[in-house]
């Protein structure tokens, strides 16, 4: 099984910096593509942004130029630096991963969140 463990949520003001991250553990043999999605309040679960085990990214259009996303293989933890925060960045943070436990066994694994409140 892999876990997903994320950290760094939390309360900041309109124009601030939040820094998240992921750690993934667990019999694995390879993480493939790792990303963050967030869910707000009524809303469905959305894209944030993703980034290959090479070190390709694809971000949301809403956070283009605001967010980084990046990751140390190493230490199989993914990274997203928010900048220039705004209210409507308010929701709950998921840490995702798509890992193999055994060669060619690929699967989606999720973390269970981390709250990013925005004040105006």
């Known amino acids: 099984q892999v876990q997903l463990v994320e950290s760094g949520g939390g309360l900041v003001q309109a124009g601030g910096s939040l820094r998240l991250s992921c750690a993934a553990s667990?019999?694995?043999?390879?993480?493939?593509?790792m990303g963050w999605y967030r869910q707000a309040p009524g809303k469905q679960r959305e894209l944030v942004a993703t980034?290959?085990?090479?070190?390709?990214?694809n971000y949301a259009d809403s956070v283009k130029g605001r967010f980084t996303i990046s990751r140390d293989n190493a230490k199989r933890t993914v990274y997203l630096q928010m900048n220039s925060l705004k209210p409507e960045d308010t929701a709950v943070y998921y840490c995702?991963?798509?890992?193999?436990?055994?060669?060619?066994?690929?699967?989606?694994?999720w973390g269970q969140g981390t709250q990013v409140t925005v004040s105006s």
């Open positions: 980034i290959t085990s090479g070190g390709s990214t």
């Open positions: 667990g019999s694995i043999f390879k993480i493939n593509a």
């Open positions: 995702n991963c798509v890992a193999e436990v055994r060669l060619g066994v690929r699967s989606v694994y």
